[in-house]
């Protein structure tokens, strides 16, 4: 899903990550906390588990009540508490921790021909087993008119689906079919946090008034739609990545945020439901993993065989801004189309820069228009940017306004320039997002240009007497290279949490997505934008966490015994870094190669991922092995596990012996030596593969042994790598590399990433 954004910057591009909120300021406040009980310890004076709740705290505060009871993804319960009440209740038996709710936001149909799912469709299952996969979307909601969500040619409802379809605002039981098989909402934390939901502005009830979660919904399994597009803009036919595969919405997020409570209980439902995947396109942060309500939820899911996907955030090109980084979750960054939306900026000097946008409106001038800088027509220090209130209508009026990119949503400061009176905005990057170009369909006829565009028509303007420009809209070009690019906004690594685990794992497309979209809610997501669209243009890794959700279930369905951690590592493992000239994938925030902490294990290739060859796969054991690794308390690893969990005191735990599909390697001294352990399982036939290794680090020796591992079917094999540091750390203190397993047809790909302390 996307990030959650207030009305006024609502629904566009690439959305904001992570506000946490903890909000407790004073003794008598009450605020809403989760409160983590060990189930199992129940006294025997109560029968059910429910009435020791509801005793354990009525003991603390006679008034308090429960808004929600978790049964799935945790044990116990949420409820509203001052510090003091919460410090009490924390301090009894059987109560392993009471954490203040958190606020979570919204990290906001060319992908299947990119993918390649288009010459590779019969590759796919279409019988039942394909229709029998269901995608939970913990969402914004969604709007069930929508055409991708036809019914049409899918047969009867899985008989696994336990769910229902809330009645609400705006949305009754028969808004469902066998497409969209559930819906739900939930509110009661938001609510007790905010206060009750004005049905005026926001309907109580699934529906999405938002649009975001319609997007994240038909990007992982719309019907196909013939026809769609944005204002003529990427036409053509679109659908989703699964199009058999059912969809039950959760909505979970609102007009002020997303709350912990409320997400906690959403995935409880889901788990209860029976859907095969999870798709949460939401970020709060990296809390340690016994404090993330994200990663906690999720642990329950995969334990029940649920793969969740998760957007890695939209803070990039920022170092270790990554959220969702639990190793039990798919954590899934962004990447450009081959696909293009050209708007040209012509200057009055001659020069020519290349724009994008998604304006379809009224004309501009065939002439050249006056052209001027925002900062030289505002009287405040940031009138570059273009903010509300902050451009002068007499400098304005009638000319083309240069705004930069920052703080305001792009589409706003269109808005902005448009309520001055001017006639069109260019809007130049600054360094913070390079070269990156994301389209918009902006309010008035404006393009969007890169950091180097923007300096030079800067310099123009500074110069220039009487600056003129012209901007001409080119509509949809296809076919643009290089492709896939890391998006700029993209969330990076490292891992601010555990470095070994390196994230995110991979990248999906992400920019310039088109998708089904909420009729109550324009293009742009402002108020002041009475558009209304059946499909909508946006990005973010709120875009590219659907994408994966969806080829999860693709997976699913041709092999349904596979585990959340084998779908995800034939994803990993097959995912390419490289483009087909054999030069390295580019990050656009740097115009140069990108790393395993900009793109994990590179971009997702669908097709090559049906046949991974060998897998790493994963039991909740071993996750809680990896906790065990970190030193957690008993009471920290149970609120994740839900059950009695004891480390083995004769055991040796180590991060680096979780048998994950990539290597984070972190020397603690120039000269070290560190050991990775794996073990590999075979889902192809008979076969030997063998080991190559490569690093951009000299200082860095790397053995593999053994290096030849011969297979029989199902068969699962164990290596050891050895990285071994002398010599001093290069510059910024990381390296990387990969390791790749083949048998002469297969290649079974680990990026690494080495970091010296």
Not at 35 to 41: E, I, P
């Amino acid at each position: 899903m996307g990030t959650l954004r207030k009305k006024a910057s609502l629904a566009v591009f690439f959305l904001l990550f992570v506000a946490l909120c903890h909000g407790v300021t004073s003794p008598n406040k009450k605020t809403t906390y989760i409160v983590h009980v060990a189930k199992y310890q129940m006294p025997e004076s109560f029968e059910h588990h429910g009435e020791w709740y509801a005793s354990s705290l009525k003991s603390v505060s006679e008034k308090a009540e429960m808004l929600y009871t978790y049964e799935n993804a945790i044990h116990g319960y949420s409820t509203r508490l001052t510090e003091e009440e919460a410090r009490l209740l924390e301090a009894q038996d059987g109560v392993l921790a009471v954490l203040p709710e958190t606020k979570y936001e919204l990290h906001t149909t060319r992908t299947p021909l990119f993918l390649g799912l288009d010459k590779s469709s019969d590759l796919f299952p279409t019988s039942d087993s394909s229709s029998d996969v269901i995608i939970g979307v913990l969402d914004t909601g969604v709007w069930p008119e929508s055409k991708s969500f036809d019914d049409t040619g899918l047969g009867p409802v899985p008989s696994t689906w336990k769910g229902t379809c809330e009645t609400g605002t705006n949305f009754t039981a028969s808004n469902c079919n066998r497409k969209l098989i559930g819906a739900r909402f939930f509110a009661k934390g938001y609510e007790a946090m905010l206060g009750p939901i004005d049905v005026t502005k926001e309907s109580k009830s699934p529906r999405d008034d938002d649009g975001h979660g319609t997007h994240t919904s038909s990007t992982a399994a719309g019907s196909v739609v013939t026809g769609a597009g944005l204002f003529g803009y990427a036409q053509g036919t679109a659908r989703g990545m699964a199009t058999r595969a059912r969809i039950a919405a959760y909505k979970v997020c609102w007009i002020g945020g997303c709350f912990s409570s409320d997400i906690l209980a959403a995935i409880d439902r889901a788990i209860h439901d029976n859907v095969n995947v999870l798709s949460m396109s939401l970020g709060g942060g990296s809390s340690d993993y016994y404090r993330d309500s994200v990663a906690i939820g999720s642990f329950a899911a995969m334990e029940k065989g649920i793969l969740v996907s998760c957007s890695a955030g939209n803070a990039g090109p920022s170092p270790s801004s990554l959220s969702n980084v639990a190793p039990w979750i798919t954590t899934v960054g962004a990447g450009t189309l081959d696909r293009d939306f050209p708007a040209y900026v012509s200057l009055g000097n001659g020069l020519n820069f290349s724009g994008v946008s998604l304006y379809r409106g009224n004309a501009l001038p065939d002439s050249p228009l006056p052209f001027v800088y925002a900062g030289n027509a505002s009287n405040a220090t940031n009138g570059n940017l273009c903010m509300m209130g902050t451009l002068l209508p007499e400098k304005v009026a009638g000319k083309i306004v240069l705004c930069e990119r920052g703080v305001s949503a792009r589409v706003q400061k269109g808005a902005v320039v448009k309520a001055a009176g001017g006639l069109g905005m260019v809007l130049a990057n600054t360094a913070a997002n390079g070269e990156e170009l994301v389209a918009d369909a902006h309010l008035l006829p404006a393009t969007a240009i890169g950091e180097k565009a923007g300096d030079a028509v800067k310099k123009y303007l500074f110069t220039d007497a009487r600056p003129t420009v012209k901007i001409d809209f080119e509509g949809t070009k296809v076919g643009i290279q290089p492709s896939p690019v890391v998006a700029a906004f993209s969330s990076r690594g490292p891992n601010s949490l555990t470095q070994q685990i390196l994230k995110p794992d991979l990248i999906a497309p992400g920019v310039n997505i088109l998708a089904g979209w909420s009729r109550a809610m324009g293009p742009t997501g402002l108020a002041v934008d009475n558009r209304r669209v059946d499909f909508n243009i946006i990005s973010g890794t709120s875009m590219s966490c659907p994408h994966v959700s969806g080829l999860a279930a693709l997976i699913k369905s041709a092999h349904p015994e596979w585990s959340p951690a084998a779908i995800r590592s034939a994803l990993m493992t097959t995912a390419y870094t490289a483009y087909k000239n054999g030069q390295k994938l580019q990050d656009s925030a740097t115009g140069k190669p990108s790393t395993p902490f900009d793109h994990g294990a590179g971009h997702v290739d669908p097709v090559a991922a049906l046949k991974p060859g060998l897998v790493y796969d994963l039991t909740p054991e071993d996750y809680l092995g990896f906790l065990c690794a970190l030193n957690y308390t008993e009471g920290e690893i149970q609120s994740v596990a839900r059950r009695s969990f004891q480390c083995d005191a004769g055991k040796t735990y180590s991060v680096t012996d979780l048998n994950y599909p990539s290597f984070g390697v972190v020397f603690e001294s120039s000269t070290a030596v560190v050991k990775h352990t794996r073990f590999l399982t075979n889902v192809g036939p008979d076969a030997s593969f063998k080991a190559s290794v490569t690093s951009d680090s000299p200082s860095v020796k790397v053995s593999v042994v053994p290096q030849v591992l011969s297979f029989k079917e199902g068969e699962k094999k164990t290596y050891t790598v050895t990285f071994t540091s002398s010599g001093e750390a290069p510059q910024g203190g990381n390296a990387f590399g990969r390791l790749e397993w083949t048998d002469g047809k297969t290649v079974v790909g680990s990026p690494i990433s080495i970091t010296w302390l």
